[in-house]
Antibody
Framework: QVQLVESGGGVVQPGGSLRLSCAASGFTFSNYGMHWVRQAPDKGLEWLTFIAYDVGYIYSADSVKGRFTISRDNSKNTLYLQMNSLRPEDTAVYYC????????????WGQGTLVTVSS | EIVLTQSPGTLSLSPGERATLSCRASQSVSSTYLAWYQQKPGQPPRLLIYGASNRATGIPDRFSGTGSGTDFTLTISRLEPEDFAVYYCQQHGNSLYTFGQGTKLEIK
């Protein structure tokens, strides 16, 4: 079965950096696009960024352009999110999600990893 | 950017009743790219409906999606206790992905 397991969250000071990882299993990772989505405490869902199966294209929300970078290593079945210049408003649970090919929706989600930006 | 507005914000119903949730887009959305998710506290979202009307794997047939253009609806025909949760619509267009703000379905 499809499994997505995020790691790398924690507490970081404003202006700091963090790299999240998402280990994928149960499907052919190299065939699918992947996303990062976040959810601030008691708030709704916010899509952040997408990477195509072959890294051919990357899309990002304006809120994270220039600060967050998505990448992937298909040989390791792993997705990454490099987060720089973190702000308190970046505090959220960060989910990786598998793209439902042809629909632009998210058919499988990880359990999420909590990032807290605070001094 | 396409903005999705969900209504109502909160819906109070009893088990066995019918639930109708609305998602309105600020401009036309391709049905192919419209989805609905369910989220329970402490859990990630779960895909319910994709392509506006297709049930995802394992989703009971009491869940159905309809709509086109700017107006989409999620209907739960007879509410079960486990259906009380927050529901989000989501669309993809112009290299962006957006969610509605959510509808909380609570027990009356």
């Amino acid at each position: 079965q499809v499994q997505l397991v995020e790691s790398g969250g924690g507490v970081v000071q404003p202006g700091g950096s963090l790299r999240l990882s998402c280990a994928a299993s149960g499907f052919t990772f190299s065939n699918y696009g992947m996303h990062w989505v976040r959810q601030a405490p008691d708030k709704g869902l916010e899509w952040l960024t997408f990477i195509a199966y072959d890294v051919g294209y990357i899309y990002s929300a304006d809120s994270v352009k220039g600060r967050f970078t998505i990448s992937r290593d298909n040989s390791k079945n792993t997705l990454y999110l490099q987060m720089n210049s973190l702000r308190p408003e970046d505090t959220a649970v960060y989910y990786c999600a598998k793209d439902l090919h042809g629909h632009g929706n998210f058919d499988y989600w990880g359990q999420g990893t909590l990032v807290t930006v605070s001094s | 950017e396409i903005v999705l507005t969900q209504s109502p914000g909160t819906l109070s119903l009893s088990p066995g009743e019918r639930a109708t949730l609305s998602c309105r887009a600020s401009q036309s959305v391709s049905s192919t790219y419209l989805a609905w998710y369910q989220q329970k506290p402490g859990q990630p979202p779960r895909l319910l409906i994709y392509g506006a009307s297709n049930r995802a794997t394992g989703i009971p047939d009491r869940f159905s999606g309809t709509g086109s253009g700017t107006d989409f609806t999620l209907t739960i025909s007879r509410l079960e206790p486990e259906d009380f949760a927050v529901y989000y619509c989501q669309q993809h267009g112009n290299s962006l992905y957006t969610f509605g703000q959510g509808t909380k379905l609570e027990i009356k």
